[in-house]
């Protein structure tokens, strides 16, 4: 299994930026996708951005232009720099892991709060 693990969360004005980053532990798979999903209270889960083991990513509308995933392979670790941040951005956020069409799992979420 693969264990998860975010940082980089936490409150900041509107305008602002962060980096959040999720480390991947445990039984990495060389073709994996992962990404970020964000929850915002009495909302449903939505995509945020995603990126293959092969550094391709898709992002969601609301975030394009201003938010930009990458990852570090030889660490299995992805980012999120988040940049020009709005309130509607405070969520938690959480990164995701997906292998094949069976291995999907989850880290414990972080905090985003922006300001106005």
């Known amino acids: 299994q693969v264990r998860l693990v975010e940082s980089g969360g936490g409150l900041v004005q509107a305008g602002g930026s962060l980096r959040l980053s999720c480390t991947a532990s445990g039984s990495i798979s060389y073709f994996n996708v992962m990404g970020w999903y964000r929850q915002a209270p009495g909302k449903q889960r939505e995509l945020v951005a995603t990126i293959t083991s092969g550094h391709s990513t898709n992002y969601a509308d609301s975030v394009k232009g201003r938010f930009t995933s990458s990852r570090d392979n030889a660490k299995n670790t992805v980012y999120l720099q988040m940049n020009s941040l709005k309130p509607e951005d405070s969520s938690v956020y959480y990164c995701?892991?997906?292998?094949?069409?069976?291995?999907?799992?989850w880290g414990q979420g972080t905090q985003v709060t922006v300001s106005s």
């Open positions: 995701n892991y997906r292998s094949g069409s069976t291995v999907n799992y």
